[in-house]
């Protein structure tokens, strides 16, 4: 079982902080397993008025989610000035034992 596949990204916003530069995301997300989940990765793709991919990141989000829980998390970085949206999915968890 591809676990990252299984937890799912219900919402998510952002916007451009400081001067442009800065992306700030809330996301939730929902551990539909019976078990408690960590350090949770995302992969954050930017573009810009176009469409056009211009940039992605990876962010580590160290907290804990329950079994069958939804929980908002936040994450920020450095982003292309030009960026006007963006999408995010999981890239990884890891299950606590």
């Known amino acids: 079982m ?11 916003n952002w916007s451009k902080g400081d001067r442009g530069y ?6 939730l997300i929902f551990n539909p397993c019976k078990f408690k989940i960590k350090d ?4 954050a793709n930017y573009y810009s008025n176009s469409s056009t991919q211009i940039g992605s990141t ?3 989000v ?21 960026a006007s949206s963006s999408s995010v999915t999981i890239s990884s968890v890891k299950k606590i034992e």
């Open 2 to 12: 591809d676990l990252a596949s299984s937890v799912k990204v219900e919402k998510t």
């Open 62 to 82: 160290y907290e804990v989610i329950n079994p069958n829980s939804r929980k908002w998390l936040k994450f920020s970085g450095l982003v292309h000035p030009q």
């Open 58 to 60: 990876s962010h580590t």
């Open 40 to 43: 949770i990765e995302f992969k």
């Open 22 to 27: 800065v992306a700030e995301h809330n996301v």
